[in-house]
């Protein structure tokens, strides 16, 4: 991943963690990658892939306020050195500052475009206002019109923080109705500083394991409740299996079936193992995760340390195995853990209930959800496996054979 233009945002979302990672940057207000870096990134990027295909990932901040001229030096620094591989390009936006020229750039060179929607317009403005405190809703949705209309690729992140977990049909309904097809829910988990990061500057806590002293437990207050979100997730999960399987994606639901069947997660939170998924700043500084933008996760930079070299030490330093071996016995003896295998380690400062450290904040939840849903993915394995699409699970699922199964 990278993030071309740091942690610099026209918005000013209350429950973002970048934006305060400014505290960490000595760039006298300068963010924006040089042409230098992003050379030396794309050029290293594409090197160190051992597939012929190479996945670009855009974030911020937002990156759209680099221009369209830096993507166009992107687009043409990839067709440079792409080798004969097959590049692509994902961009993260909360689509404030899409119009017509975007539109027409992304659609053309194939972008598949990420942006940000929490719901209707009194969840969406709850946490995500602009530096004046004003709404962004009406310009999220010209900015999604737009990739609608020049059919542009995308998919919604949808963040679930405390007050939007109490509304989830109502926003499900409405991403729905507004024509997404792809979601993707993400649950908002952020503690109050603990004394390592308050040393920093900084006003959020870091990793639970980024300090050797007992992670404080204090989380925000727009922070989820941890069986609120596992309740978000199943009244979505409901609406969607009975109307939806095959019309509406929900990575969530995707990951889950995936898990089931027995496939590799897609995704770092619910893999065995993490590590892999760097981070590129604007400066050329490369990071274990998103996530571990810390000092202490700096693993060197992309001008000059090897690629490959920093991902090795990333995975020796608390990921890689770490993320597994570290769970506590009671995720080792859990019935999900081959869905949610822990979770991401950043959030991991919870006791088991015999007091063992190392359990994810959002167990409940996720234990909730997952027990919730088997029965369904169970009967949409059996339909894949006889060759038939799982959104036949719709014609069944208020079937008595059906029932009766579910209830084993």
Known sequence: MAKPIGPLCNLECEYC?????QALFDSGGQYRMSDKVLTAFITSYITAQP????????????????GIDFFKRVVELQRQFAGGKMISNSLQTNGTLLDVEWCRFLKKHNFMVGISLDGPKEIHDRYRRDHQGKSTFDRVMHGLNLLQEYKVDYNVLACVARETAAS???VYSFLRDA???F?????????????????????????????????????TPWTV?????????????????RHDVGKVFVMNFEWALNAWIGNPSPVCIHAEQCGRSVVTEHNGDVYACDHCVYPEY???NILTDNLLQMVGKSIQSGFGITKESALPRWCGECEVLAACRGGCPKHRFTRTWDNEPGLHYLCEGYKKFFLHIRKYLRAMTTLLEHGLPA??????????????????
Not at 51 to 58: I, N, R, Y
Not at 190 to 198: F, Y
């Open 225 to 241: 409740i941890p069986e609120e979100y596992g309740d978000f997730l199943i009244a979505v999960y409901e609406e969607w299996i």
């Open 298 to 300: 700096r693993l060197g």
């Open 51 to 66: 597939t012929p295909a190479v996945e670009f990932v855009w974030q911020g901040g937002e990156p759209t306020l680099l």
């Open 183 to 219: 979601i993707q829910f993400t649950p908002i988990v952020e503690r109050l500083p603990d004394a390592c990061c308050s040393q920093l500057g900084l006003s959020l806590a870091g990793p639970s394991f980024l300090g050797k002293e007992e992670p404080q437990t204090e989380v």
């Open 168 to 170: 989830p049909l109502e």
């Open 391 to 408: 959104s036949h699970v719709m014609n069944a699922i208020n079937g008595p054979l059906f029932i009766k199964a579910s209830d084993r």
């Open 17 to 21: 963690f970048y934006l305060e990672k």
């Open 179 to 181: 024509g997404v097809e």
